[in-house]
């Protein structure tokens, strides 16, 4: 426990910091977010998909057993604890292994096909860097029951397409890989551990360490001298099958004809035997080392790895934080109407008068102290558009001094006429959604 705790009961934390690769999301900053996870959730609901909820833990099997054992996110990444009732949980690291436990739990795979968007906070531990925290933020889409590349282009289409809405679309390049069927796979996979078994002294540690446990996840390493091995390894591409080359071909041309630029890394590839076909990631050079803004790909095999019914999937995540660092401004907030009472008398009927204009849709800012100029100085740094002045004479009149603050011009309004008279206001106090 950091800190003491005095007799008072009172920590004294020299510095009170948050924990390291998390942050406070000030308005601003949930501006930018809401900005970009408003927009996907607009753009996926029209392509059918309804927004999933799942718990931020689990218990620890549901990802030990989908991500598997020799994943950089098992080993290394993932926050584990024992509840109080002795329950191994697990922070999510991400979001697809949730829905399909849903999707087993709740029995929902009598309704297939089934779409998801979901969007909340995951956990890994990382070293945090700019666009790489410990708790960041995923939005990200489900296609379950649908075994055909008709599913894949979908899912990549809503992706550029939420992209594209945010302004973050031109700063990318998708690139798309097929690790082909089961068999392709399997074949893919004796032809490269054949391969590196002749390179082992050239290999790192880790990769040497994978070569029988996870082979694949070699292509992945960003080691130089591995690097040098995988240059001349047999390419995934030569091990497909034809069914596997016809899946991706439909993909591509479909791609194609929804003019989604896309090109091919045969090197871009998913360690875990239940993916398959399909791989995609749109990256950016923007963001220094974090270029993977959306990634996603086909995993057929998941469910029935959970132990529920065979049911083909694919999907995608993209992190939050690094959307917004990319994408368009928001819209500008509502410009409030600031009202200002001066003296005791006129802050019940500030208070009336706020509570008028709030229900009839103005943002209101209602000023709690300081004399007049003060009070006008805070209104024009909070951009208000009208200040409603209400003081003594103004109680006696019945009527407020409304203030345009951009021409300067005054006008005596009513009380129980303000709504009205601010209607030319309304559309800038409007809160946008
Ligand atoms: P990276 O190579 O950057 O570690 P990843 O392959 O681990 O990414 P995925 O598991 O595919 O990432 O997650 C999908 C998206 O989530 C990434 O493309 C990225 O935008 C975002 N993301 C992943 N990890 C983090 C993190 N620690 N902080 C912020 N965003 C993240
Ligand atoms: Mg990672």
Redesign the pocket.
């Known amino acids: 426990m950091r800190g003491e705790v005095t007799s008072h009961g009172v920590s004294l934390l020299a510095k009170l910091q948050p924990v390291r ?1 998390t942050h406070d999301l000030l308005p601003e900053d949930s501006r930018r977010h809401a900005h970009v996870s408003g927009h996907a959730r607009d753009i996926a609901a029209r392509y059918g998909y309804g927004e999933i909820s799942t718990p931020i833990f689990e218990f620890t099997e549901v990802f030990q057993r989908t991500l598997g054992d020799t994943s ?2 098992v080993t290394k ?1 993932m926050y584990t604890f024992a509840d109080r009732g002795g329950s191994s949980l697990t922070l999510r ?2 979001n697809t292994a949730g829905v399909a436990r849903a999707l087993i739990s709740g029995g929902l795979s009598q309704n297939l096909p089934l779409k998801f968007f979901y969007n909340g906070p ?1 956990f ?1 531990y ?1 070293r ?1 860097q700019k ?4 708790q ?3 939005i ?1 889409a489900e296609l379950l029951g649908v075994p055909e590349p008709l599913g894949d282009i979908e899912i990549i289409t809503l992706g550029a397409h939420v992209l594209n809405d945010i302004g973050v679309l031109g700063k990318t390049t998708l690139e798309l890989n097929s690790l082909g069927d089961a068999e392709s796979r399997a074949a893919y996979r004796d032809a490269l551990v054949g391969y590196l078994s002749g390179h082992v002294d050239a290999l790192s540690e880790e990769s040497r360490e994978r070569l029988t446990r996870n082979p694949l996840r070699i292509l992945d390493s960003k080691n130089d001298s591995d690097r040098a091995v995988i240059k001349n390894a047999p390419r995934l591409e030569d091990s497909l099958n034809e069914p596997s080359r016809a899946f991706f071909s439909t993909v591509c041309e479909g791609l194609d004809r929804l003019g989604i630029a896309f090109t091919h890394n045969t090197h871009l590839v998913r360690g875990l035997d239940y993916y398959c076909h399909t791989a995609f ?3 950016t050079t923007e963001l220094g ?8 790909g086909r995993y057929d095999g998941l469910v029935e790895v959970m132990g529920g019914p065979a049911t083909p999937g694919v999907g ?8 917004a660092m990319l994408a368009d401004a928001p819209p500008d907030a509502p410009r409030p109407v600031a009202v200002i009472p001066i003296g005791d008398d006129a802050q019940t009927v500030a208070l009336e008068v706020t509570n008028q204009l709030r229900r009839a849709g103005f943002t209101v800012d209602l000023g709690f102290r300081g004399n007049l100029s003060k009070r006008m100085k805070k209104a024009n740094q909070a951009r208000a558009v009208a200040a409603v002045i209400i003081g003594e004479d103004e109680i006696e009149r019945g009527a407020a001094t409304v203030r345009d603050l951009e021409s300067g011009d005054q006008q005596e309004v009513p009380f129980n006429s303000l709504a009205g008279a601010l209607g030319v206001y309304k559309h800038a106090s409007e809160a946008q959604s």
């Open positions: 690769g950089d996110i990444e690291p991400e995951m890994r990382e945090p666009g790489r925290l410990r960041f933020h995923q990200g990631e749109f990256t080392a974090q270029g993977a803004v959306l990634a996603g995608w995540a993209a992190g939050l934080e690094r959307l």
